[in-house]
């Protein structure tokens, strides 16, 4: 790719991505390369509809999105694929997808798959009455 092009390319994506009337200037273009990636380059901020939720919506939410989310997460925190995870616990790589994209998945399973990716799983019961005392147990195969 020759130097006119890349910069044609470079100005035709700064044309969609301010959402110009017209094509950059090189003057502007190079005001643009001089401020780097700062709130000027990105332009404003544009505000977000943002949508309310029922109670009851919100506890779905929590509910289907703990467990397999968590994992996720817990992979991504490790930086390990969905096949090492799964070599590791003695699974299959869709399995663990399977596990990731769940919502109830079995302790056990729950507890190695977290330990292939580093974490320890605690589970702890909080009390909704006063009279009770808060119970907490750590839940793990590897000493």
């Given at each position: ?16 991505a301010l959402q110009l009337d017209s094509e950059p200037t ?91 990716c580093g974490y320890q799983v605690s589970l702890n019961l ?7 005392r808060p119970l907490s147990a750590v839940l793990g195969t590897?000493?």
């Amino acid at each position: 790719m020759t130097t006119h092009t890349k910069a044609q390319d470079a100005k035709a994506a700064v044309l969609a991505a301010l959402q110009l009337d017209s094509e950059p200037t090189d003057e502007f273009m190079s005001l643009l390369a001089e401020l780097g990636d700062s709130d000027v380059v990105r332009g404003p901020d544009v505000p977000v509809a943002l949508r309310s939720y029922t109670p009851a919506e919100i506890e779905q939410i929590v509910i289907d999105g703990t467990t397999g989310d968590l994992l996720a997460r817990a992979r991504s925190e490790a930086g390990r694929s969905l096949a090492s995870i799964g070599e590791e616990v003695g699974v299959t790589r869709a399995r663990i997808q399977q596990l990731e994209q769940s919502t109830n998945i079995e302790i056990a399973t729950f507890v190695r798959v977290a330990e292939a990716c580093g974490y320890q799983v605690s589970l702890n019961l909080r009390p909704v009455r006063p009279d009770r005392r808060p119970l907490s147990a750590v839940l793990g195969t590897k000493v």
